[in-house]
């Protein structure tokens, strides 16, 4: 495993009919500004995307990409540069016990934002290091499960669950305490590198990360434009599975979230495409 012999995060079966989310506000601050891919150094591992399968891409991030990657590397030492809105909180345990169990030196460093699940990733590094104007994000965790009230409650005891494990990973870097870690992920606290650093969430300020904008040229402007409507939609609170309903509709698509609800879908199409007009106007 790394040097810092980091805790192993508690693996969780995923609750049935659990959809999962990037936090709105961090969606739309990332998406606002592309940044460019790392170039091909082979010990260079990029997480510039949401955790978990990107809905419009098939892409994201995911465990599966980052086994291949390690795969790839070996034994050697490895660099991961983390902007990332957040997304599945089970790609992001599972791709934090991936880097925790690397046999050498794994550094982390934070180009934009490693929001949510990216923050938990950022913690398997030995050396986690941020750049200037870079922020983390710490949160309980959060998703949607449709059900009766049965599986409302099933599910509020799981979540329990999750914050717990998410607490032991924090604590086990953190400079300060369980209940004061608590405090943050209650409050959804986000940390620019002089207070991460102070927390013990980073080990340092790195004023040399500085990350190059995408060139116009080399991003799918169409893919940027939808993530950008989509960050709108998110902010007046739509969930995803209707988000992806709805820019499919917008779109003339027929592409939609697989974890989607068909009931609450169908329902509410048509009027949320009126809001979204409304929503893109405010």
Known sequence: MTLR????????????????????????????RPLAAEGDD??????????????????????????????????????VKVNSPGGDMFEGIAIYNLLREHPA????????WAASAASIIAMAGDEI??????????????????????????AAKLFEGFDSAIVDIYAARANIDRKAIEKLMDAETFMGPSEAVAKGFADSVAEDL???????????????????????????????????????????????????????RDAAVNAGLLDLISTLKS
């Open 42 to 79: 082979p010990s260079t591992i990029s997480i510039y995307d949401v955790i978990g399968e990107d809905m419009w891409t098939g892409g994201g991030f995911t465990a599966k990409r980052m086994a291949g990657a390690l795969r790839a590397i070996g034994k050697n030492p490895v660099n």
């Open 210 to 264: 500085k990350p190059a904008d995408a060139q116009a040229r080399s991003v799918d402007q169409r893919l940027m434009a939808r993530r950008q409507t989509e960050s709108a939609l998110a902010k007046a609170g739509y969930p995803r599975s209707l988000r992806s309903e709805m820019m499919a509709q917008l779109m003339n698509s027929p592409e939609r979230d697989a974890g989607q609800d068909s009931g609450a």
């Open 105 to 112: 030196k794994v550094t982390v460093d934070v180009m934009g």
């Open 129 to 154: 290091r941020m750049g200037l104007g870079t922020f983390m994000m710490v949160h309980n965790a959060w998703g949607m499960v449709i059900g009766n009230r049965h599986d409302m409650a099933d």
């Open 5 to 32: 012999k980091m805790p192993e995060a508690k693996s969780f079966a995923r609750p049935q009919n659990f959809q999962w989310d990037a936090p709105s506000d961090v969606l739309a601050k990332w998406a606002e």
